[in-house]
């Protein structure tokens, strides 16, 4: 890792059989194991959503021009990342159709049709679908040209249940980094510059990876009435007025695997916290051609399946195989017995966190992996939190902020003075952008980090994937 994380991470992907290489110039195979990790993020997710009130959709992958230009901002924002289908079949489209970059303009488009009165809303859409973004430069799960994501798309009343919605899937969002993935993070307010194309603003979720980059972990957009006057969105409210609807998105992508391998990899490969691992208990029979060894391990599986997601590997393979195959993938617990272990009345279990062996007698099985389970999300959640302490800075002046950046990498807090140009100089100057003006602001000083005049907000900056 510390010495080409890069190809480090290239290489986790792939030896522990998450993605696959296409054909297809930045796109990935996620196979079984990255795509049941996947499923175990999205069902986390999806139960979140559903408990906020938000019904599961499904809109079309194509998007006609004319419809995408409807928002001036949205398209100019999306335009050089766009996917066009000319053709169908052997005759050419009298217009182009975009292969959907995000659905704003298709949920608008339907949202007119349904929305005429107060009573209708809030409408509260959410869809789990794939999208296409002509990416330059791509990496697996951190930057593809398809991805797998959710997208959420309401409409309510008045501005402030708007605002209401941003934040609460924003904190939905912040839920499942830090508590399924263990991914500490900091959450903000975009600056107008990197907000989402036509929204009034952006809050988003911020976390840092082990090399000190950060990345953009979830995002939630107050999207005002923009989108409603370009699509005529308009419902008659209880005094018989017509108003337009005030609407949000937000997204959550498979670029969360991404986050998840560099904040907790090691050199031996993954680290997946056990409330995402897709086995979080692997059993590894020892000496298991000796009578009863396989019989008594398939019956550990089944009585430990009832306190978690337990898998056994019974086949040929030596045990030291094992050990490396299953540190690699990043199952959080192995179980090792073997015919001495079944006469003591005890099994071995291995933390892949850190590598202890924990003797455990088996009348006091199922409580034990249970502590340690919970031990080990816990403890991976406070080890990344105190890496990201140890890699955030301060900077006070301009001179202190391009030296930071020279020489290290991380989070660094500065204040700014909300002139988009200062933004620009640094960014030239540093290769940093602004992650976010983080919701819990504090005053490090009382002068723009770039140009000495009086600072608006503290911003975290940050070199990003």
């Known amino acids: 890792m510390e010495v080409d994380f890069a190809q480090w991470y290239t290489d986790v992907v792939t030896k522990a059989d998450l993605i696959d290489y296409s054909s297809v110039r930045g796109s990935m195979i996620i196979r079984p194991y990255g795509y049941a990790l996947w499923e175990n993020i999205k069902n986390e997710l999806d ?253 550990l599986k089944e009585t430990l399946a009832r306190i978690a997601r337990v898998d056994i590997d019974a086949s040929d393979k030596k045990p030291g195989w094992k050990f490396n195959e299953y540190e690699m993938k990043g199952v959080p617990l192995r179980l090792e017995v073997g015919p001495k272990d079944m006469e003591k009345q005890q099994v071995v279990l291995v933390r892949r966190d850190t590598g202890e062996k924990i003797f455990v007698p088996t009348d006091h099985l199922e409580a034990k992996i249970t502590e340690i389970l919970d031990d080990i999300q816990r403890q991976l959640f406070e080890k990344a939190k105190e890496l990201r302490e140890e890699k955030t800075y301060v900077a006070l002046n301009h001179g202190e902020l391009k030296e930071t950046f020279a020489q290290k990498t991380g989070f660094v807090k500065a204040m700014w003075c909300g002139d988009r140009s200062c933004e620009d100089q640094i960014k030239e100057e540093t290769g940093a952008t602004s992650r976010c003006m983080p919701f819990n602001q504090e005053a490090v000083s009382t002068e723009c980090v770039c140009c000495g005049k009086e600072a608006e907000k503290l911003v975290y900056w940050a070199k990003a994937y």
């Open 47 to 299: 139960d979140r959503i559903k408990e906020t009130g938000h019904e599961n959709v499904y809109m079309p992958l194509f998007i006609p021009e004319s419809l995408l230009q409807k928002e001036k901002d949205h398209i100019e924002g999306f335009a050089p990342e766009v996917a066009w289908v000319t053709h169908g079949g052997e005759e050419e489209l009298a217009e182009r159709w975009c292969v959907r970059p995000t659905s704003e303009v298709l949920f608008c488009e339907h949202y007119k049709n349904i929305i005429h009165s107060y009573r209708d809303l809030p409408k509260l859409y959410n869809q789990w679908a794939n999208v296409v973004r002509w990416e330059k430069t791509t990496r697996p799960f951190l930057r593809t040209l398809e991805f797998l994501w959710q997208e959420g798309h309401t409409c309510h009343a008045t501005d402030e249940e708007a605002h209401e919605e941003t934040v609460r899937m924003l904190d939905v969002y912040a839920d499942v980094c830090e508590n399924v993935l263990a991914i500490p993070v900091v959450k903000g307010q975009k600056t107008d510059k990197e907000k989402f194309a036509g929204a009034k603003y952006t809050y988003t979720i911020e976390s840092l990876m082990h090399d000190g980059k950060a990345l953009q972990s979830g995002t939630s957009h107050h999207l005002g009435d923009g989108f409603a006057k370009a699509f005529g969105i308009q419902f008659t409210d209880q005094e018989g007025k017509l108003q337009y609807v005030q609407q949000t998105s937000w997204g959550f992508t498979t670029r969360i695997i991404g986050a998840m391998i560099m904040v907790h990899g090691d050199d031996r490969g993954l680290v997946i916290p056990p409330k995402a691992a897709p086995t979080q208990l692997m059993i590894v029979p020892i000496a298991q051609h000796k009578e009863g060894v396989l019989d008594y391990a398939y019956g």
